[in-house]
């Protein structure tokens, strides 16, 4: 489980998240949701050790991501991309990733082959189109096996068989009992494979639940968005 507790970032004196509070349940695919500039981004990098909060937790299975010894086998993450070298492949940055973690070279080929880039051969990341390079970031993500994933913005850039591909694999880590935690802007695909949902705007959560729970008396996911962030008021906050 993901868990998200009074998460609190100040930069000099603007506050960029507002005691931001959430579960990522197991079993459960949860959508994060906010306009540009919301603190989706600062949450995603204080819960993976990229920044340090000024007050609260954010926790993988009740630890702190820094203190995990094998990260890649517990969360598989991919933020900005595939976070690639230009001038490597797509089976050399694998192979560099899967030897920090003791990693056979077949599941390597697995995750290559999962993400529809087996045949990418000897053609250098810098290279890549944009949804071959989330690709790459999503089979990144898969190398440890782990039971959490966590994505931001995976479906930018793909097409629409890279996108039914996507909601398989979020849906059926879920079924196997995996967390997924879905950031992104695209909220039809948002709607297509949620479980859960929660609405940030102005670093604070705006309401967290069950999809069905979240989006009643509205039409769409995207009115109770609109409603609940005020996205086009002129509220908002800092990415």
Request: glycine share 14%.
């Amino acid at each position: 489980m993901l868990s998200i507790d009074g998460l609190t970032k100040t930069y000099r004196e603007r506050t960029v998240l507002s005691e931001v509070s959430f579960r990522a349940e197991p079993g459960r695919v949860t959508g994060f949701l906010g306009p540009n500039a919301a603190g989706k981004s600062s949450t995603l990098r204080i819960l993976l050790g990229l920044d340090r909060p000024t007050a609260g937790v954010a926790l993988v299975g009740g630890r702190p991501y820094r203190s995990l010894p094998e990260p890649l086998r517990v969360v598989g993450s991919m933020l900005d991309g595939s976070g690639a070298h230009r001038s490597r492949t797509a089976r050399g940055h694998l192979r560099w990733l899967a030897r920090s973690h003791g990693i056979s070279g077949r599941r390597v080929t697995e995750v290559l082959e999962r993400a529809g880039l087996a045949d990418t051969g000897r053609l250098r990341a810098g290279r890549f189109s944009l949804g071959m390079r989330q690709r790459l970031g999503l089979a990144a993500a898969l190398l440890g096996e782990p039971d959490v994933l966590v994505l931001d913005e995976p479906a930018n850039g793909l097409d629409p068989e890279g996108v039914r591909w996507l909601r398989c694999l979020v849906r059926d880590h879920a079924a196997a009992g995996g967390t997924v935690l879905l950031s992104s802007h695209a909220m039809s695909e948002v709607a297509a494979v949620a479980d859960d949902l929660v609405v940030i705007a102005a670093g604070r959560v705006m309401a967290a639940g069950p999809l069905a729970r979240v989006t009643a008396g509205f039409a769409t996911l995207e009115d109770a968005f609109f409603a609940l962030t005020g996205a086009g008021s002129g509220i908002g906050g800092v990415r």
